[in-house]
């Protein structure tokens, strides 16, 4: 059975501190790896790829991925109230175009 | 760019009706879309895959006879609830992949409400 784990949270962080997110997924033939994030009533929007070891990183964003120890992070610098919202960890399923979902993180930015 | 509508957003139907939800993607081609189910509070489940120009694979436990899918063009599928019922009732999300991408792109979703 193929698995993506978050610890659901909620995570509460103060604005302008850093939110760290982490996934472990159990697929080691998966390659690529996304983050999604999920406001309430909305539905998922993407935010940040990672296909190779090492950090990537776009804007306030940093996703970062370690293939050996099958664990996926995402670190928001800065972080906002706006960016209060469920996050979703999300990992290819190896041979198939389907992708594989975390139950996600709750993250809660207070002023 | 990567934009991708869905419509109806939110619609209300008498039990034992049919309702059917369309899924586009506007401004890329899309070989593969995937429909989704989300209860509240709960994580999303992919209901199946829809490949242009074949028949949907489903996943486990979805009735492909309750829930039809078509993916008539690069651009647009459709899901349809047949004889809903309110256990129907939930948030449906469409979501497409670009060719050769596995990122996903979501739809902005359909609140089904069966009454």
């Given at each position: 059975q193929k698995e993506v784990e978050q610890?659901?949270?909620?995570?509460?962080?103060?604005?302008?501190?850093?939110?760290?997110?982490?996934?472990?997924?159990?697929?080691?033939?998966?390659?690529s790896f996304f983050w999604y994030r999920q406001y309430s009533g909305k539905s998922p929007e993407l935010i940040m790829s990672i296909y190779s070891n090492g950090d990537q990183e776009d804007g306030r964003f940093t996703a970062q991925l370690n293939k050996a120890s099958q664990y996926v992070s995402l670190l928001i610098r800065d972080s906002q109230p706006s960016d209060s919202a469920t996050y979703l960890c999300a990992a290819e399923v190896y041979n198939t175009d389907k992708l594989i979902f975390g139950t996600g993180t709750r993250l809660q930015v207070f002023p | 760019?990567?934009?991708?509508?869905?419509?109806?957003?939110?619609?209300?139907?008498?039990?034992?009706?049919?309702?059917?939800?369309?899924?586009?993607?506007?401004?890329?081609?899309?070989?593969?879309?995937?429909?989704?189910?989300?209860?509240?509070?709960?994580?999303?489940?992919?209901?199946a895959t829809s490949n242009e120009g074949s028949k949907a694979t489903y996943e486990q436990g979805v009735e492909k006879d309750k829930f039809l899918i078509n993916?008539?063009?690069?651009?647009?599928?459709?899901?349809?609830?047949?004889?809903?019922?309110?256990?129907?009732?939930?948030?449906?999300?469409?979501?497409?992949s670009p060719p050769g991408g596995f990122e996903q792109y979501f739809g902005p979703g359909t609140r089904l409400t069966v009454t």
């Open positions: 610890n659901s949270g909620p995570l509460s962080v103060p604005e302008g501190a850093i939110a760290s997110l982490n996934c472990t997924y159990s697929d080691r033939g998966s390659q | 760019g990567a934009v991708v509508s869905q419509h109806p957003s939110r619609v209300i139907c008498k039990s034992g009706t049919s309702v059917k939800i369309e899924c586009r993607s506007l401004d890329f081609q899309a070989t593969t879309m995937f429909w989704y189910r989300q209860f509240p509070k709960q994580s999303l489940m992919l209901m993916h008539a063009s690069l651009t647009l599928s459709t899901l349809t609830v047949t004889s809903a019922h309110p256990e129907d009732s939930s948030f449906y999300i469409c979501s497409a």
